[in-house]
């Protein structure tokens, strides 16, 4: 019993983070890494919001595009729809190397 009580857990992460894999990459873009990780570490209790263990997933990629070609494609909302909710959909934070680099290097991360 133990098992399938964290085991639904790793099931439902695993299946918002496909969604968020599922959604079509721009052109002269690919997909260097992505993963996923889910509990308590990132807030809440252990359940989550809603019931639902609370999920941290992205996607790292490299394109030829121009950041703003790809803030302008991902910068939307309400477009990842949220397993066992029919109504609900999240959008994106976005994030872009240089700018994370910066903020290490003035140790604001």
């Known amino acids: 019993m133990l098992y399938v009580l964290f085991g639904q857990e790793y099931l439902y992460a695993k299946s918002f983070a496909s969604k968020l894999y599922e959604y079509p990459l721009p052109d002269e873009t690919k997909v260097i890494e992505k993963d996923f990780a889910y509990g308590v570490l990132f807030g809440g209790e252990p359940s989550g919001s809603g019931g639902f263990p609370t999920v941290a997933s992205y996607i790292v990629l490299e394109s030829d595009l121009s950041e703003k070609d ?37 140790d604001k991360v």
């Open 70 to 106: 790809l803030y302008d494609y991902y910068n939307k909302d309400k477009v990842i729809p949220i397993p066992c909710e029919d109504t609900k959909k999240i959008g994106f934070e976005i994030y872009f190397a240089d700018h994370y680099n910066k903020q290490i290097k003035k």
